[in-house]
């Protein structure tokens, strides 16, 4: 077994929270914040030597030598219940499987019934837009239970990497899991983004049942809004055809009849329609399936233009 533990946490039935490295870093900086927030403390270690090889050598005044190795540390609280895993790679293929499985493996001997995964939805939005939370689960019940927390419903589309794969794993063993994926603008996925964080802490809040301060979160993300504004203006002045508030809300989005996803999709079909009008087809079947060829109408024909 390739989990150390450091000391045995004195814990019954714990809710379990994972992050890994991804867009943003949206979910391992929630479940990192959340876990400091309620004083969690470590008690295990996954060796990743096995599982990973290094793609590349540090060098430092002409010196090359290797990184060090990744390392997911694990973290328990008492009250709440409650323990958090902390990734630092992402692995994918066999040595994913094989983690996750110990992960369960472990999991499964601290009497966890509930595990929760933290990660990003990269959406066409702004950054002066709230960050929402989009859930996937793995039952039902747990379905529901998000949904009384003001988390939206993945309706359909993946889920990449261990945070995904580990609800689905973990469906095969009877164990409820979901995964939570805060929105974030698709032009900063490299960024660390503190208000996608924040959504998370704040759903991680009100399934762990504890007082989170969340300031220093509302502080950096007031931070980063005010950085991205100068960005942003660059950016619809290169790429005119990004939408703005105005223009999602006249798509009627707050009530949900539209989801985000789906207008990202077509904004991405309407990029590749441009490009080759031969895929015009598959972008008037989405308008039509969503009953939105009226709002695109004049965007549609425009592309049979002639230049």
Not at 4 to 18: G, R, S, V
Not at 115 to 133: D, I
Request: aromatic share 8%; proline share 5%.
């Amino acid at each position: 077994m390739s989990i150390k533990i450091i000391k045995k946490p004195d814990i019954e039935t714990p809710l379990f929270l994972a992050g890994w490295p991804g867009m943003g870093n949206v979910g391992v900086i929630a479940v990192n914040y959340a876990r400091k927030a309620v004083g969690a403390e470590k008690f295990a270690e996954v060796d990743m030597t096995r599982y990973t090889v290094p793609d590349a050598v540090n060098v430092r005044n002409g010196l090359a030598v290797l990184p060090p190795r990744p390392t997911c540390r694990l973290y328990y609280s008492r009250d709440p219940a409650a323990v958090f895993f902390e990734g630092e790679v992402q692995l994918s293929g066999r040595a994913a499987s094989e983690v996750i499985s110990e992960i369960l493996d472990f999991a499964g001997t601290l009497g966890v019934k509930r595990m929760f995964t933290g990660a990003a939805f990269a959406s066409n939005l702004s950054s002066r837009e709230p960050s929402f939370v989009y859930g996937a689960a793995n039952e039902r019940k747990l379905r529901g239970h998000l949904r009384k927390l003001n988390v939206r419903m993945m309706p359909e589309g993946q889920i990449s990497g261990m945070n995904g794969t580990l609800i689905g794993f973990a469906g095969q063993r009877k164990i409820e899991a979901a995964c939570l994926l805060a929105t974030m603008p698709i032009y900063a996925v490299s960024i660390p983004n503190p208000k996608a964080s924040l959504a998370l802490v704040e759903v991680f809040e009100q399934l762990l049942e504890a007082d989170i301060d969340k300031e220093k979160l509302h502080s950096q993300g007031r931070d980063m809004e005010e950085n991205m504004v100068v960005i942003e203006e660059k950016i619809r002045e290169i790429f005119p055809m990004v939408l703005s508030e105005q223009e999602k809300e006249s798509i009627n989005m707050e009530d949900d009849k539209i989801p985000a996803y789906i207008i990202d999709k077509i904004e991405r079909l309407f990029a590749e329609a441009r490009r080759d009008r031969t895929l015009a087809e598959r972008l008037k079947k989405e308008l039509d399936r969503w009953n939105l060829y009226e709002h695109y109408e004049d965007r549609f024909l425009d592309l049979f233009k002639e230049d």
